[in-house]
């Protein structure tokens, strides 16, 4: 059974039964209620915006991982430490409210052609999109569309902002990393370096605030050269301390992650030093590998399962309600201290 036999069951055009099917108003009461008997009788199904007749609720979230450093990242989703747990939690909250979820991950911005008729065609009825740059135009277009959003560490700049349209959730990647470098001075270190993250990426941009303003703040001064770009990956955090040693040794790194600061600890062990005696090094985000590094990393933890149930939640209200509305969250942090860090000798 397909569209133009409903059609012809009903008598009408085939772009009548398409009319009824997204719910347009240019149809006569008499027409659709003919369209939708049929519908019924013969149990016709043609996509997931068939759902939505008679009332009835699209149940299906998108979970959209964005990750453009690696073209061959369609394996991200299952082997990252980071957005694996998150899209674990996502989905078991929206299943045991009854909701399915598609992910996807999106490496082009081409790929977000596709994300956009999955929402233009009912698919999914609301998503979610983490790993993005900052005030991500795609994203934005999306919001401004009228459709349920919600965004993992996106900034808001005021009233006017699309991302004010939709649910926000953050981390306090500023404070975490005032916390972590303030750890490092309590410690004695001021030959203190940082290796940032992608900086289109509120994550990146915030930590590196909060390192330079926790500097500031104890009358330390900023050093360029001990400030280098990394991209978030185990390899640019073994690149970026390559190219630090070249320069200069310092007592201690900030990492802004800890994919970066397991790259460190290998640089660093292959430069015939050692973490703490030489060099100590903190990480964000405490992935659950971090624990099990010898020495265990010290790090910052991001409650990262907390937001994804953040999230998942507030969006299937906000669907369930039928509603679009805003919510900024903004997560609390905590220092977790191991091995990876020593007092310097007064």
């Known amino acids: 059974m397909n569209a133009s036999e409903i059609a012809k069951i009903a008598g009408v055009s085939r772009s009548t039964v398409s009319r009824v099917i997204n719910n347009y108003g240019n149809v006569t009461d008499e027409t659709r209620k003919r369209v939708l008997h049929v519908i019924k009788e013969y149990n016709y199904v043609p996509h997931a915006s068939a759902q939505m007749l008679a009332g009835k609720k699209n149940k299906i979230l998108g979970l959209f991982i964005i990750d453009r450093k690696n073209e061959n990242s369609f394996n991200k989703m299952c082997t990252s430490s980071y957005f694996s747990p998150f899209s674990s939690v996502v989905i078991d909250v929206a299943n ?26 009912k698919t999914i009825s609301a998503g979610i999109f983490i790993g993005g ?85 104890t009358g330390i001064s900023i050093k360029s050269n001990l400030i280098i770009k990394g ?21 201690a790194i900030f990492l802004a992650n800890d994919s970066m600061a397991i790259g460190a600890m290998k640089a660093i062990e292959e430069s015939n030093l050692k973490i703490p005696d030489d060099i100590s090094i903190i990480g964000f985000d405490d992935i659950e590998v971090a624990r099990y590094l010898e020495p265990a990393l010290t790090t910052v933890r991001v409650p990262l399962l907390q937001m994804a149930s953040v999230a998942t939640s507030n969006l299937i209200n906000a669907n369930e309600e039928n509603v679009n509305f805003y919510a900024n969250y903004k997560m609390s942090i905590e220092l977790v201290i191991r091995n990876t860090c020593r007092k310097l000798v007064e």
């Open 96 to 121: 045991k409210q009854q909701y399915n979820v598609l992910n996807s991950i999106v490496n082009e911005n081409t790929d977000f052609t596709n994300v956009r008729e999955l929402f233009l065609n």
């Open 231 to 251: 991209n978030y990956t185990e390899d640019s955090g073994y690149k970026a301390t390559k190219k630090l040693l070249q320069k200069e040794t310092p007592t």
């Open 133 to 217: 740059k900052n005030n991500e135009p795609a994203i934005m277009e999306l919001i401004e569309s009228g459709y349920k959003i919600a965004v993992i560490e996106q900034e808001v700049a005021g009233e006017q902002d699309p991302f004010s349209k939709c649910i926000v959730v953050n981390s306090d990647s500023f404070g975490g990393a005032y916390e972590a470098t303030k750890y490092l001075i309590t410690l004695g270190h001021v030959n203190i370096a940082h290796i940032s993250g992608d900086m289109e990426q509120l994550t990146a941009i915030s930590r590196l605030e909060g390192y330079k303003k926790a500097m500031v703040d």
